[in-house]
């Protein structure tokens, strides 16, 4: 499997992601610079977490024009899988890739620290291969989480079961408590119509090493490669 993932100005959680997909998982890696419309054959686009041209205007807003997301939005309508991670969330959903949109947190304030969350549907790539009922605690790290979309988007999302993670607390309830930006309906992540490209605001890339003390991010990845690699 080979994955590209993007560096844009501003990218800070890049050389994670490469870390985690080559280092621990042992895939094949590219970086992809933004100016670069050569996708150089990648299988899976990974748009990395960060500050996007410092996030000026709007998260996501300038990066979503960078040269390297016309390759992108081609490589995603023809079928070939991206993600993105919470800016990369951001960036997709701009590019008009994922449906909705990431408003400012309800307090306003950057939030950085470890949250609970679970998948919401077995339909997915990222979600096929997790235990539904298991709670997975990843980080988060942004100040533009809080998803949403219209009713009509969001009736479609459910009914689609395109929404693949609800923040919840640590039992696995979802509320209003373990809603860390006001996220409608403790929406964590969503995917596209066709299933091919997925956005969620939390780190797995932050909770994928051992010497973190933390591999629940691991799992969503191996749900990946157990999903696209025959055995």
């Keep these: 499997m080979k994955f590209g993932v993007i560096i844009f100005p501003g990218s800070n959680c890049d050389h994670d992601l490469i870390y985690v997909l080559r280092d621990i998982l042992g895939q094949e890696v590219?970086?992809?610079w933004h100016k670069d419309r050569d996708l150089k054959g990648?299988?899976?686009?990974?748009?990395?977490g960060g500050f996007s041209y410092g996030d000026y205007l709007r998260s996501g807003a300038i990066a979503r024009f960078s040269p390297v997301m016309e390759s992108v939005i081609e490589h995603c309508n023809n079928g070939g899988y991206a993600m993105g991670v919470c800016n990369g969330f951001q960036i997709l959903c701009e590019a008009g890739l994922?449906?909705?949109t990431l408003l400012h947190n309800t307090e306003h304030k950057f939030i950085c620290k470890n949250l609970h969350i679970k998948s919401a549907t077995s339909s997915t790539i990222l979600t096929s291969g997790?235990?539904?009922?298991?709670?997975l605690?990843?980080?988060?790290?942004?100040?533009?989480?809080r998803y949403y979309a219209p009713d009509d988007v969001l009736k479609k999302l459910n009914e689609n079961q395109q929404v693949i993670f609800r923040y919840c607390d640590k039992d696995g309830h979802f509320n209003s408590k373990s809603n860390p930006n006001g996220s409608l309906e403790n929406i964590a992540g969503v995917t596209n119509?066709?299933?091919n490209v997925f956005g969620m605001m939390p780190?797995?890339?932050?909770?994928?090493?051992?010497?973190?003390?933390n591999e629940d991010g691991r799992l969503i990845f191996e749900s990946i490669l157990k999903a696209l690699i025959p055995a």
């Design 30 to 32: 590219v970086e992809l």
């Design 42 to 48: 990648v299988d899976f686009v990974m748009v990395p």
């Design 98 to 100: 994922l449906p909705g």
């Design 130 to 135: 997790l235990d539904s009922d298991k709670v």
């Design 137 to 145: 605690k990843i980080p988060v790290a942004h100040g533009e989480g």
């Design 193 to 195: 119509e066709n299933k």
């Design 203 to 213: 780190h797995p890339e932050r909770a994928a090493d051992e010497l973190l003390g």
